[in-house]
């Protein structure tokens, strides 16, 4: 083992002997012993690398760590090499190590030096690098997976690990909207499969924001009662809402309570609620000085009622199809008796919600692709319903998924 301090790259010379038992010399015995040695060498491996790099730090005039009681960052000494034994993760597995410590020479304070070289925080056994590793791993597969796979290439970690490195990087990940992005977005609601709970009784809720180069970002996630609870969402975002030139377009299914969950924060456009076109044009008429209850009056009114009448759960597209020609056509009969009439509010209000009043029917004519948010919620469900999760649990595992097929999450 040499070590030439006077460069930033250190090399470790490694010589090691092992000792490792083989009852024949097929090659899927060698590979079982292989991955047992690769394993075996770990512990003195990283041990190495670290007294190699204790010894450079220490030749150094200005350490790169502090004595935290005097200031002191110039003179030290070693107190021991091979010190009190810690545990850390070392993603094949779990790894003891034995501690080197300095000895601070204006106050004799005993400081270890172990994490530091690591690039680990103080007390910490598992490293952010290593656990998000675990996480995305967790979140991908099924932990019975993750173990199997990990075992045939001699890995040692355990379902307990995974599981808990996967919590905490679900924990840790946020979503918001970006500001360089699109205004314009979709919320939707699904059912989830949460332990103790019949199936469809909580609802998932995913909020993506448009990208300007195509396809979508996740901006909010939660998951809550149906009906109700939407604030989580966009708790993060409200600024960014705010930020935006244009004012933003939410697309929604028609859930009113996503909208008061923004109500009083921030002003965003939404697709057309026909529910309420009726009611508008009660105004509108009144505008126009159209006598209440006049021929022309219930002409408009009733046309209008019947036109976004929307039939739930039509599901046949051939009977969409005609449904749709049919409003349209109608919608048209109207529009063009408010011009011939002189209903110039009237007219107007019609001509503008025209182009956004039937997005939501077309896009079940179009098929449930149509809506982005859809696939997003079903890239979760591919994992979600691999198992009963808790609320927690189920939250965690949907973070990380969308965070890592639509936000740019690695590890
Ligand atoms: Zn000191």
Redesign the pocket.
Known sequence: MGIPPQREDIIINFDCQFEVRLKDSTLSSILAAFAELLTQMLTDFIQKVLIGFGEYWMTLKKKPFT?K????DKHFTWKTRHGKPTKIHAFYRWVELQQLQVL?K????KIYITRKLLGMESRKRIAATIYRKLGLLGSLTTYRVAEKIGGMFGWAVDKMTIWSAFQKTGSEIDFKLDGNELPQGEADGTGVGINGIAKRGKELKVFVQYKKGGGVRVAGLDIGNYNGAWDKLFKNSIEVFKGFRRRFLLITDGDTTILDALKGKVKVLVQRCLWHIPYQAKYVLWQDAVKHKSEGWLYVMSELMEICAIRPYVDCKDTIKKMLESKRKRLEEVIVHCRQKGYNHTLSYLENARPDMFTAIEKRLNGKTSSKVERVMRTVNMRANVSKWSEAGALNVTKIRLAYYYNGFDA
Request: neutral net charge; glycine residues 20%.
């Open positions: 004595c009681h005097c200031g002191n601070c204006h106050c004799g304070s």
